[in-house]
């Protein structure tokens, strides 16, 4: 079980790999999935309203003072990772199918994930503030911005985004953070010192989703649909995409000469893609049957993600510290 740490893989991993399991062996149907809709349902507003509500603009407006840090990290998100994510959809689409190749754009059009991208950037010795003004950010425009893009990237076939998805996105997603952002002065202290709240209904929601999706998938038989040479070929464009944008965040910062703080929020930020913002958001855009298959890109994302930026972190963090013990011995020897 350390070991599995040591890797990224905690328990909240197992209980997602163990949740999609049992969506494909023991799915909900009639009665228990219109109920799992409803709770879903409610489940996701409460967690946006929590996100409004615990979100200090102060952090924001701060955290964006430095803005040449904050605009390459949301151009990375928003602009030079959806563009890999359209040149891979156009090279290995054909070979993926039609709805998994959405998945692949609709997981590029994500906002960042942000605990742990935030985590990730302390271990590694990164600007911790800026980290997380850059996911506030991401997270809070994206909110907004990821349903856009789906629809400029998606709007022919199955891709478009009909009314009653924008209705959707505006009475589950936005309109819980807006009135979370307004009650922020009454309960906002409440909700920070009561962690647990937030992570039992972020990771509760998020297994909720998980199951109705998968199970949606297996009762409208979803997954004889899908070869399993294209889900072996996912595999191996999901790893070629995290290389490319990790690539690229550590092309870009050392292009615009970033300092080493201000790298690593570039490449936590900038690379990752939020599992929590975006099962909702697919589930509030897509339709039932399909939204497995379209998460399921996003799922492989988020889990390697987390493999490899557990890792990396915890290696840049260790030689930081043997960078900053050896600055402070040799002052020392100096005076």
């Given amino acids: 079980m350390k070991f599995l740490k040591r890797i990224g ?15 494909l062996l023991v799915p909900a149907q009639g009665i228990a999935m219109t109920g799992l809709g409803y709770v879903t349902f409610w489940a996701v507003a409460l967690l946006f309203f929590l996100y409004g509500a615990k979100l200090d603009p102060n952090s924001v407006r701060a955290g964006l003072m430095n803005w040449r840090l904050q605009g390459l990290s949301f151009l990375a998100t928003y602009l030079v990772i959806p563009l890999i994510g359209l040149a891979l959809a156009a090279i290995f689409g054909p070979l993926l199918g039609s709805t998994v190749t959405l998945g692949l754009l609709f997981l590029a059009v994500l906002p960042s994930t942000v605990q742990s991208s935030i985590a990730f950037t302390s271990i590694a010795g990164g600007n911790v503030p ?52 307004l009650v922020r002065p009454l309960i906002g202290s409440f909700i920070t010192r009561h962690k647990l709240l937030t992570m039992v209904v972020d990771r509760g929601s998020i297994l909720l989703i998980v199951y109705k999706a998968f199970s949606s998938g297996t009762t409208s038989g979803l997954w004889s649909a899908i070869p399993l040479s294209s889900l072996a070929i996912l ?25 080493y703080p201000d790298q690593a929020v570039l490449f936590y930020c900038g690379s990752t893609k939020s599992l929590a913002s975006g099962l909702p958001i697919a589930s509030a855009l897509f339709a039932a049957d399909t939204v497995g298959a379209i998460v399921l890109p996003t799922m492989i994302y988020h889990m ?25 011995l040799a002052n020392e020897a100096a005076k």
């Fill in 9 to 23: 893989i905690d328990t909240y991993m197992l209980l997602l790999i163990a949740t999609v399991f049992l969506g």
């Fill in 130 to 181: 800026a980290a997380i003004c850059a996911a506030s950010v991401s997270n809070m425009i994206g909110v907004a911005l990821t349903p856009a893009l789906v629809a400029l990237l998606m709007h022919e076939g199955d891709g478009g985004v009909s009314l009653d998805a924008v209705i959707k996105i505006s009475t589950q997603i936005l309109l819980p953070f807006v009135l979370g952002q």
């Fill in 235 to 259: 595999f191996v464009v999901i790893v070629i995409f995290l290389a490319l944008t990790m690539a690229a965040m550590v092309f870009g910062g050392r292009l615009f000469k970033l300092d």
């Fill in 304 to 328: 390697s993600q987390l493999l490899v930026c557990a890792y990396v972190s915890q290696k840049a963090g260790r030689r930081r510290q043997m960078e900053i013990d050896g600055l402070g």
